[in-house]
């Protein structure tokens, strides 16, 4: 069954440097997302992404978030300067088509900012 | 404002019995609901989704149940096995939220021998 991978699974990365965390989606999905999980909290919706632009940002996804479809099978998230508040689990997701069709998962990039 | 939020944070049940694990949302123009199951060091896992124009979906040992007029939400589990443990969420999206999922805080359940 095809699914979203992502990578790498853990990043530890020093307050004040760029990150970037990567994802596959799955190949013939249209749209992909980024999500975040703060330890013990609920996972919230950061971007969604389809034809090469955001169609749809939170409050979270500042000025320091970017995201780039750099090629056909890419899907990357940078934060620009982190902060110790950025620490989370990061999961990227895709979905087929437009409607109401489920998103797919992937296992999420653990950051951990010193 | 609005919200999706579940009743119970933790369910104990023993392994063979039925689950019920429940939703509440406030937000009338949802449309799509989905149930996922999230194991440690894992992402969600899609279970079962439904539409607003549905009040009842069945997938394998899973039930979906949709109350509009209570905007209430509820995922059952038939035979419930040890690998069911997990923590399951419902998350909803509609017209205010675009096709950006609105995740509820999650329920453990812990299925016992």
């Known amino acids: 069954e095809p699914e979203v991978t992502q990578t790498p699974s853990h990043q530890v990365t020093q307050m004040g440097q760029e990150v970037i965390l990567r994802c596959v989606p799955i190949?013939?999905?249209?749209?992909f997302y980024w999500y975040r999980q703060i330890l013990g909290q609920k996972v919230e919706f950061l971007v969604s992404?389809?034809?090469?632009?955001?169609?749809?940002k939170s409050e979270i996804f500042d000025d320091q978030f970017s995201v780039e479809r750099p090629d056909g099978s890419n899907f990357t998230l940078k934060i620009r300067s982190t902060k110790l508040e950025d620490s989370a689990m990061y999961f990227c997701?895709?979905?087929?088509?437009?409607?109401?069709?489920?998103?797919?998962f992937g296992d999420g990039t653990r950051l951990s900012i010193l | 404002g609005e919200s999706v939020g579940l009743h119970l944070p933790t369910l104990s049940v023993q392994e063979g019995d039925n689950s019920i694990i429940n939703c509440a949302y406030s937000?009338?123009?949802?449309?799509?609901f989905i149930w996922y199951k999230q194991e440690s060091g894992k992402g969600p896992q899609f279970i079962i989704d439904?539409?607003?124009?549905?009040d009842k979906r069945q997938g394998q040992r899973v039930t979906v149940l949709l109350n509009k007029t209570v905007k209430h939400l509820s995922l059952q589990i038939a035979a419930t096995q040890p690998g069911d443990s997990a923590v399951y969420f419902c998350?909803?999206?509609?017209?205010?939220?675009?096709?950006?999922?609105?995740f509820g805080k999650g329920t453990s359940l812990l299925v016992t021998p």
């Open positions: 997701a895709s979905r087929e088509w437009t409607g109401n069709q489920p998103q797919h």
């Open positions: 190949s013939n999905h249209l749209y």
């Open positions: 992404f389809y034809n090469n632009e955001i169609s749809e």
């Open positions: 937000n009338s123009a949802s449309d799509y």
């Open positions: 439904i539409r607003s124009n549905m």
């Open positions: 998350a909803e999206n509609g017209e205010d939220s675009g096709y950006a999922l609105n």
